[in-house]
């Protein structure tokens, strides 16, 4: 079989589902979970949304080799999956397997009984997963009847490999964050949204990490106004009217790094700006508009695309430094943080005549006032940032589950501290039975 699909199942969604199916370790438990859906043919992609464990009363046979479900349980879940248009997720466990598991006989005669069964009634893709104490094994069944392997991302797994070939380039680095964790940066694909005061420095930054792949996605051009804090332009750019994203082409090459850095010359708000991104592992958002942030912030959780939004306030005399924030499910989002304002979002959708004329009216205000900029304070977020990329891919800061999910560096204080916050349950992107998962199955945030 080939791999055709891959299943991402966020970190504390999986917890929960691996306590429940290892909880019995003399016998077998069973487990149905429900995903969103994006791509097709062979590049499935699913997104486990919610799950649901077996009731006790509902096996008709339970060992710890073998068990038998009531089909009305799997008749249940069937009927969700053909209101909603869900993949289903069928899972069970091998509790006394040490090593990774594999599908038993058993398990191959009563997937070949069931899953045609299921997709006779609900035209979707069925995957399956078995659990041990020892890993997982997963395989995928397509609308059409087509099989093949399911690869499971999950996220921040560490794997344990580590560098094979001896760089003293990053010696030091190494010394920090081990072979495996240099390892995990050479694997990362990245994308940073907005190439200007912090992204530019975030850019500079993994291309010195080594990070596999960088993607930059910016629309705008160098002008005078950017040389005060934009890393690594130059005059001649602003003479050349050159693209933000290609100044880090030129850096690319000249570091020599081992990193692949591609350029994307489009807005995250439309589909060419957004689609590099549903490929990345994490993205890095340094925009300042709400439009562009409202993509990324629903991208995060509809497509389990982990993102980290840095925002820097700076207020003359007054209170004045940066935030760092950690968008993924089993995260608040920018609405349950108060960042976003719907009214600017609306404002900046608007065409640029109708702005431009509710600008005149007075409707509109500070729309267009160029915000305030140090480059220092842009530097202090984005290195917050990538530290915390850092923190989250590799162990060299601890388990990366226990990390804060938001940041908050104010200068007057000169400290960073951890803010505390909460997810709406009825929020609309990051509450449950908000879009979180859905992929393809909800509306897309960007336009075409």
């Keep these: 079989m080939r791999k055709t699909a891959t299943l991402s199942v966020p970190p504390e969604l999986w917890r929960e589902i691996s306590d429940d199916l290892l909880s019995t370790p003399a016998l077998e438990r069973a487990a149905i979970g429900f995903a969103g859906i994006a791509g097709s043919g062979s590049d499935v992609r699913l997104f486990l949304r919610d799950w649901c464990s077996v009731a006790p009363e509902e096996y008709q046979v339970q060992l710890s ?29 091998h509790p006394r397997d040490p090593m990774q598991p594999h599908f038993s006989g058993s398990d191959d005669f009563g997937e070949d009984r069931l899953i045609p069964k299921i997709q006779a009634r609900v035209g979707v893709p ?59 940066l050479a694997q990362l694909r990245i994308g940073v949204v907005g190439a200007g005061g912090i992204g530019s420095h975030v850019i500079e930054q993994l291309l010195h990490l080594g990070v596999g792949h960088v993607i930059a996605v910016d629309m705008d051009r160098v002008d005078i106004s950017n040389l005060s804090r934009l890393v690594g332009a130059s005059r001649f750019d602003v003479l050349r009217r050159r693209r933000k994203v290609d100044v880090f082409e030129r850096m690319t ?36 508009n709400h439009w562009s942030r409202m993509v990324l912030n629903t991208l995060a959780y509809q497509y389990h695309v982990p993102v980290i939004d840095c925002g ?115 929020c609309l992107v990051c509450g449950r039975h908000g879009v979180q998962g859905a992929g393809d199955l909800a509306s897309r945030p960007w336009t075409i």
Excluded at 69 to 92: C, N, Q, T, W
Excluded at 167 to 184: K, M, T
């Design 65 to 93: 080799n073998h068990m038998e479900v009531d089909p009305s349980f799997y008749a249940r879940a069937g009927k969700r999956a053909r209101a909603s248009g869900e993949a289903l997720v069928i899972m069970h466990s």
């Design 126 to 184: 069925v995957a399956a997963v078995v659990i041990a104490p020892g890993g997982l094994s997963a395989r995928f069944t397509s609308e059409s009847g087509k099989k093949g392997e399911l690869a499971v991302d999950r996220l921040l797994h560490f794997d344990g490999k580590t560098v094979t070939s001896d760089s003293q380039r990053f010696d030091r680095q190494i010394r920090a964050l081990g072979s495996e964790g240099q390892f995990r």
């Design 253 to 288: 090459r000249r570091l020599k790094s081992g990193s692949r850095y591609s350029a994307v010359f489009e807005s995250v708000t439309n589909s060419k700006g957004t689609t590099p991104l549903l490929q990345c592992d994490v993205v890095i958002g340094c925009t300042d």
């Design 312 to 426: 820097v306030e700076i207020q003359p005399g007054g209170a004045s430094g940066g935030r760092v924030s950690w968008l993924y499910p089993g995260m608040p989002c920018l609405w349950c943080l108060d960042i976003l304002d719907a009214e600017r979002i609306r404002v900046e959708q608007l065409p640029d005549a109708t702005r431009l004329d509710e600008v005149r009216r007075g409707y509109v205000r500070g729309l267009d006032e160029p915000a305030p900029a140090v480059v220092s304070v842009n530097g202090v977020i984005a290195s917050l940032a990538v530290t915390e990329l850092i923190a989250r891919v590799t162990a060299f800061a601890g388990e990366p589950q226990s990390r804060p999910g938001n940041l908050m560096y104010r200068i007057r204080d000169g400290v960073v501290r951890r803010i505390a916050a909460t997810s709406r349950p009825e």
